[in-house]
């Protein structure tokens, strides 16, 4: 449990880039989304297949044949116009699970897009304050440089006033050259972060150059694992589009079983005609009856039972996924809040360190070494404290989704 040494921590955005920005530019960015977005579309054009695929069809039929005339010997052609409308019974059986199938199809794409959303926000947040945390380290180096440049010329001063050996002007410009090379590097990585996030995003990196507090502090309320994984279970999308495949290939089944019914196939209408050399004109009924003799039909209901034991295994497989990546993620959460506290504490002794040692150079109870050795352990806990606030941030932000919420 942490006891409010974190509730003052501010995290710092970018100024023209808010988090929920940058997750909203990043989806819409994003070529996984897009597939996503796509495969709806397929799914929902199949559904709308599946409802309009039954129906009574309309049928028009003409039939010519010779027959025998009122005399002997005598051939005459009977002429036959049927125009009505025709069902065939066995698609009818298989309408409704076809059409439920091709429902929890949709489903299932429909939820594998917000899993392609969640995928690509949890992504970005990561790419987010990461290049949030290589600011933090570059503003935190350029003012070790500028210390290190203080310190070279005060040793310097003292130097040609006789109060310190050379060795003193020597060691400061050592810290200055060392402080040069971390800022340099600092940029660098400054750099490389702000050009990742700005492709993820599709914007001009420029856009991520300014940063600034975004005025919320972190919270200090890391869940219980157990009931962020039972959460997760009723929320994420993974775990509805293996449920809605389950479904999906149950229906499938079932439309597979009808496929072994016999097909009975009726169609009525008006016939008009002559029939004996005599003009006819009536209602007609035709029904034909076709029952499948071959194997095919059993081995497709084997294969959709197949199919179904596939889909309920992934369906066990994405909950066991879930209940690790989501239990790790709290557990982080804890993790990082402990490692901030730490990093506080670490990072106000070091403070109160450095500003000892400097009023202990000057007075002449310490040396240069001592400040030396000062500042760098102040620099090591700063850096570990940028860590430790950005990796918390991410962290949280990070479980939010893992758990299925949103926030963009």
């Known amino acids: 449990m942490i006891h409010g040494l974190i509730l003052g921590v501010v995290i710092e955005g970018f100024a023209k880039v808010t988090l929920p920005d940058a997750e909203r530019a990043a989806i819409a960015h994003s070529p996984d989304v897009a597939a996503a977005s796509a495969k709806v579309d ?7 297949a599946a409802r309009a695929s039954y129906g009574p069809a309309l049928i028009a039929n003409y039939a010519e044949a010779p027959q025998g005339g009122n005399a002997p010997g005598e051939t005459i052609a009977q002429r036959l116009t049927t125009v009505g409308a025709q069902v065939t019974l066995g698609d009818l059986l298989a309408y409704a699970p076809a059409v439920s199938q091709a429902n929890a199809v949709l489903r299932g794409a429909q939820f594998d897009l917000a899993n392609a959303r969640r995928a690509e926000r949890i992504a970005v947040i990561g790419e987010y304050y990461g290049a949030l ?3 933090a380290r570059l503003a935190a180096r350029t003012s070790a440089l500028a210390a290190a440049r203080s310190d070279e010329r005060a040793a310097t001063l003292r130097f040609h006033a006789g109060d310190v050996p050379k060795l003193d002007v020597v060691r400061a410009e050592v810290a200055v050259s060392q402080a040069q090379a971390a800022r340099a590097l600092a940029r660098a990585d400054v750099q490389n ?3 990742a996030l700005a492709t993820e995003l599709g914007i001009d990196v420029a856009e991520l150059q300014q940063v600034a507090a975004s005025g919320s502090s972190l919270p200090t309320n890391a869940p219980d694992p157990a009931h962020a994984v039972r959460a997760a279970l009723a929320a994420r999308p993974e775990i509805a589009s293996a449920k809605a495949n389950v479904a999906a290939e149950e229906h499938a089944v079932a439309v597979a079983q009808r496929g072994g019914l016999p097909l009975l196939t009726l169609s009525a209408g008006m016939t008009s ?3 004996t050399g005599i003009a006819v004109h009536g209602p007609s009924v035709n029904a034909s009856l076709a029952l499948p003799i071959g194997g095919a039909a059993h081995d497709r209901v084997l294969a959709e039972r197949a199919r179904l034991a596939q889909a309920q295994a992934l369906l066990a497989k994405a909950e066991r996924a879930v209940r690790v ?3 790790s993620a709290a557990r982080s959460v804890a993790a990082q809040e402990s490692a901030l506290v730490a990093a506080e504490r ?3 002794e070091a403070k109160a360190e450095v500003n000892a040692t400097q009023i202990g150079y000057r007075s002449g109870a310490s040396s240069s070494l001592d400040v030396e050795t000062a500042r760098a352990t102040y620099a090591q806990a700063l850096g ?3 860590t430790a606030r950005y990796g918390l941030a ?7 989704l893992e758990i299925g919420e949103s926030h963009a």
């Open 133 to 135: 945390a290589a600011h």
């Open 346 to 348: 670490a990072l106000r």
């Open 384 to 386: 570990a404290d940028i």
């Open 394 to 400: 991410q962290a949280q932000a990070t479980l939010q």
């Open 273 to 275: 005609g002559v029939d």
């Open 193 to 195: 972060a702000d050009e």
């Open 325 to 327: 990546e989501v239990g």
């Open 42 to 48: 397929e799914a929902r054009a199949l559904f709308d």
